[in-house]
């Protein structure tokens, strides 16, 4: 294993990773909040982010998605800087959700799931701007479809309770057929069963070729799901590799997974 290094597996499958974070450093004042972050996340893989509270993970997110401007580094999706508007991002298959999940409470389910793909969205792509219309409840509907809901399309939203919003936030991610999804907490405030069904659905997205970079407290959902982890320390990669790789790092113990070491 290896520290500030690429987070890659080594039968690498694609010229350009899907995502590629390259030297990121982002300062708030005299804060340093990433220190020279790089990893990459490869088509299909599923990669996830792990570090203490305060590390930096969601400002890896923010960056990614042109929310928080870098210092210093880059990151580029498919070879490409980062799209910086929300459309932009829709437009380059970049798909997020948000651990606050940010749904429409008084609207319904579908018309959640519909909002993206009003947006502008990408040539080739389900969403786009003439697609607001019967072909967008069409996809939309096959997206609550697969994710179990599709019984629930014309509740509203703050009717369900917790786990099936949060499958509801996932499935607005979803519609817009990403290639670059993330996941900011997803298993946060669910039960085993609900976790289960998630690690299915997340293997599911990858396996179409869906590259999943996730931030994530749940270890044991993180160990079963990830193929590359990436630690993060007061944000520095401290560790990156597998999940078997990662565990047994002793400055991973240290840093986050709670065990003393000796020096
Ligand atoms: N907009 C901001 N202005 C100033 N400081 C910020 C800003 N955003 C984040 N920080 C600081 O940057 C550091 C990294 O924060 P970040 O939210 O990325 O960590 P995190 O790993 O996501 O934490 P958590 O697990 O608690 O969500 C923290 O010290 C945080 O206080």
Do not use: W
């Given at each position: ?64 998605c042109g929310l928080v401007k870098p210092s210093a580094g880059r ?49 080739g792509r389900a969403a786009g701007p003439g697609r607001a219309g ?86 044991d959902f993180v160990m079963a799901l990830a193929d590359r982890i ?34």
């Amino acid at each position: 294993m290896s520290t500030q290094h690429p987070v890659r597996s080594s039968d690498s499958r694609d010229a350009d990773p899907r995502l590629q974070i390259a030297e990121l450093t982002v300062r708030f004042g005299g804060l340093t909040a990433l220190d020279a972050v790089s990893f990459e996340v490869g088509a299909g893989e599923t990669v996830a982010l792990i570090g203490p509270n305060g590390a930096g993970k969601t400002t890896v997110f923010n960056s990614v998605c042109g929310l928080v401007k870098p210092s210093a580094g880059r990151v580029t999706i498919d070879g490409v800087p980062a799209p910086a508007s929300p459309t932009g991002l829709i437009r380059h298959g970049v798909a997020r959700t948000l651990q606050g999940l940010g749904l429409f409470g008084g609207m319904s389910v579908l018309e959640n799931v519909l909002v993206p793909l009003a947006a502008p969205g990408r040539s080739g792509r389900a969403a786009g701007p003439g697609r607001a219309g019967a072909d967008a409840v069409t996809t939309a509907t096959e997206t609550l479809r697969d994710l179990g809901l599709d019984a629930e399309a014309q509740r509203p939203v703050d009717s369900l309770p917790y786990p099936e919003r949060k499958r509801v936030a996932l499935a607005r991610a979803l519609v817009t057929q990403p290639t670059l999804l993330l996941l900011d907490e997803p298993a946060g405030g669910l039960g085993a069963g609900d976790i289960a069904d998630l690690s299915a659905i997340v293997r599911r997205v990858a396996a179409s070729g869906c590259s999943v970079l996730l931030v994530e407290h749940h270890m044991d959902f993180v160990m079963a799901l990830a193929d590359r982890i990436a630690v993060l320390d007061f944000g520095r990669v401290i560790a990156c590799g597998t999940p078997g790789e990662v565990q047994a790092d002793p400055r991973v113990e240290e840093a986050y997974l709670g065990v003393e070491v000796a020096s």
